[in-house]
């Protein structure tokens, strides 16, 4: 599932209506571990292994959760020439969008 749409308008009646369960239960999980976080956008992907890259049009801080159970996977960030943090699952990280970051092999799936 990913509701993230690329130079298109989305449905935003369907949208809403399908997802706003889960929409709700990402911003009070959010919330309760960052209260002060605040976000306009919340993307979610399905099974992504994205290569390093920097996110180009962050305004700010992202929040990320992986959900799994699986093996590897997590989230490398590298700052300034450091070998970087590795992002374990099943808890909420801020990260700087500007730092370069990618997926870690993964076994199993991640949800």
């Known amino acids: 599932m990913e509701i993230s749409w690329v130079n298109k308008k989305p449905d935003r009646a369907h949208c809403e209506e399908r997802y706003r369960l889960v929409v709700a239960m990402i911003v009070a999980s959010l919330h309760e571990t960052f209260p002060l976080f605040r976000f306009t956008t919340i993307q979610i992907n399905r099974e992504l292994q994205a290569f390093i890259h920097v996110d180009k049009y962050n305004g700010g801080m992202s929040a990320l959760l ?19 943090q590795v992002l374990f699952p099943n808890k909420w990280h801020l990260i700087d969008g500007s730092s370069p970051q990618g997926v870690l092999p993964v076994i199993g799936r991640r949800s």
């Open 66 to 84: 992986g959900l799994g159970p699986y093996v590897g996977g997590a989230t490398r960030i590298s700052t300034e020439g450091e070998a970087g």
